[in-house]
């Protein structure tokens, strides 16, 4: 399998994950937004109560990671504020398509389960 192949499953992977995951929510507990999708590019921001997040799947030149981007942040924190990263994770080389659809449910959990500072 090539590499665009690979890339274009698992951005579909990764809509079917995100898609199966938030339609046991209700509505009123996130935003979605998708900012862009491509057969090579897929960038979703999720918005919750007191974070939020981007995935986004692309093959870029030169990351900290192979195609998968999860980072989510609290929006009562500060830029410098160390407590301010709910979930990060980059893909790597050898992670498959399951791992990568349990980092993105650990991910989408993470931002539910959320609850901001004490």
């Given amino acids: 399998m090539n590499d665009d192949?690979?890339?274009?499953?698992?951005i579909i992977q990764t809509k079917n994950t995100v898609t199966e995951k938030l339609c046991r929510y209700p509505d009123k507990s996130y935003k979605l937004e998708v900012v862009k999708d491509t057969k090579n590019c897929c960038r979703i921001i999720i918005e919750w109560?007191?974070?939020?997040g981007e995935?986004?799947?692309?093959?870029?030149?030169?990351?900290p990671y192979r195609y998968v981007s999860f980072n989510i942040a609290a929006v009562d924190s500060t830029d410098t504020d160390a407590d301010s990263v709910v979930y990060c994770w980059l893909?790597?080389?050898?992670?498959?398509m399951e791992d990568?659809?349990?980092?993105?449910?650990m991910g989408l959990e993470a931002g539910f389960n959320y609850q901001g500072k004490a």
């Fill in 5 to 10: 192949t690979f890339l274009n499953e698992i």
């Fill in 49 to 52: 109560k007191k974070c939020m």
């Fill in 55 to 63: 995935l986004l799947v692309d093959n870029p030149d030169f990351a």
């Fill in 91 to 96: 893909d790597s080389e050898g992670d498959s």
């Fill in 100 to 105: 990568i659809k349990q980092r993105i449910i």
